[in-house]
T-cell receptor, first 116, second 112 residues
């Protein structure tokens, strides 16, 4: 299984500022994913980030609000821009993996973001 | 519609009880169904199911898939306080991006 490190683990930010979350994996992976988990809700996919191409965003998420970088096969960043209290969530990155003859995803420990 | 529905949303039991968690999905394209356990923040992988009727088992946990009726169950026998967590199921619709669609989860609380 992949070991995924996410930084920061938590942060408290002011409205209107931006925060960049880093995701580092211990092996090369083609696909990395960014999720949001709002309080009391399940995981919602923000975007899929493949190395060497633009991230693919899900409905309801736009690049201007959540720019993503994927400079190499072991690293990605997600920026939450111009934050508002509604952006208070846990943000998780995940990477593709292979178990039991099929594709799964392994998750990082997440970043708990509070916006005041 | 691309929806995954879990029930119950929350459950409180005593140590030693057996619990059954449910997951139904609505989709025409299907590759696999996954179960995760989420304690604190990071979901950890439990099972991946691709074929109907074949039980996956790991210790006190087991899971099975019914592709005709579009549901899966996760059983936990002889529950322990360490089983307290959110249990998430997710559907993988296949294709080139391995996208997972998650249900809202079941919050399981096991009291001593």
């Amino acid at each position: 299984s992949a070991v995924i490190s996410q930084k920061p683990s938590r942060d408290i930010c002011q409205r209107g500022t931006s925060l960049t979350i880093q995701c580092q994996v211990d092996s090369q992976v083609t696909m990395m994913f960014w999720y949001r988990q709002q309080p009391g809700q399940s995981l919602t996919l923000i975007a899929t980030a493949n190395q060497g191409s633009e991230a693919t965003y899900e409905s309801g998420f736009v690049i201007d609000k959540f720019p993503i970088s994927r400079p190499n096969l072991t690293f990605s960043t997600l920026t939450v821009s111009n934050m508002s209290p509604e952006d208070s969530s846990i943000y998780l990155c995940s990477v593709e993996g292979f178990r039991d003859y099929g594709n799964i995803q392994y998750f990082g420990a997440g970043t708990r973001l509070s916006v005041l | 519609e691309d929806k995954v529905v879990q029930s119950p949303l929350s459950l409180v039991v005593h140590e030693g009880d057996t619990v059954t968690l449910n997951c139904s999905y609505e989709v025409t394209n299907f590759r696999s169904l996954l179960w995760y356990k989420q304690e604190k923040k990071a979901p950890t992988f439990l099972f991946m199911l691709t074929s109907s009727g074949i039980e996956k088992k790991s210790g006190r946990l087991s899971s099975i898939l019914d592709k005709k009726e579009l549901f899966s169950i996760l059983n936990i026998t002889a529950t322990q306080t360490g089983d307290s967590a959110i249990y998430l199921c997710a559907r993988n619709s296949g294709g080139s991006n391995y996208k997972l669609t998650f249900g809202k989860g079941t919050l399981l609380t096991v009291n001593p």
